[in-house]
């Protein structure tokens, strides 16, 4: 596609509960990232990938957050055990690699755990 | 935790006027970006300036960066209504490989009055 697409748009899920965010990044983009904003605060970094692997997940906030790019395309993050300070707008991004440039950032998922 | 704060959290002014926007970092960098989001969803790239360069235009927008002093300032001339958004800077820090995590300021509110 023309862009990075993330589905679904909006989740709602209750607490506990497990869920799976999706990310498509721009075809070619090998670096891709995810990234957490909370409402009135600036996007914080979760895990960066470069192809397959992840090059720096210390972003996660605990465990119970994982993320996978198992053909280096499409990435999954995944939350186990819902909470509701999960909650959150969940940003995919994708670059070139090696460039000191920009990236492309999709629509953002919005997560609700109530 | 965020690398940046901007200043003002929020600017409010009328069509035509100028809106000038400030971001400090903490850490040496290779480079500085300016993004923007409307309705906290996906982020538009707007420009990048390098560590070794101090003033960089594109169209309406002029961004200055001052690595003595660790801060930059993003001014949007002759604004419109639809400049309306928020606006952040975001950082990679000096060291990392190319294409690691950007690092986000909490972002500036900018209403821009018809």
Known sequence: GAGVSQTPSNKVTEKGKYVELRCDPISGHTALYWYRQSLGQGPEFLIYFQGTGAADDSGLPNDRFFAVRPEGSVSTLKIQRTERGDSAVYLCASSYVGQWGEAFFGQGTRLTVV | ?114
Not at chain 2, 16 to 43: D, F, H, P, V
Not at chain 2, 67 to 85: E, F, N
């Open chain 2, 1 to 114: 935790s965020q690398q940046g704060e901007e200043d003002p959290q929020a600017l409010s002014i009328q069509e035509g006027e100028n809106a000038t926007m400030n971001c400090s970092y903490k850490t040496s960098i290779n480079n500085l970006q300016w993004y923007r989001q409307n309705s906290g969803r996906g982020l538009v790239h707007l420009i990048l300036i390098r560590s070794n360069e101090r003033e960089k235009h594109s169209g309406r927008l002029r961004v200055t960066l001052d690595t003595s002093k660790k801060s930059s300032s993003l001014l949007i001339t002759a604004s419109r209504a639809a400049d309306t958004a928020s606006y952040f800077c975001a950082t990679d820090q000096l060291g990392e490989t190319s294409g690691s995590r950007l690092t986000f300021g909490e972002g500036t509110q900018l209403t821009v009055n018809p």
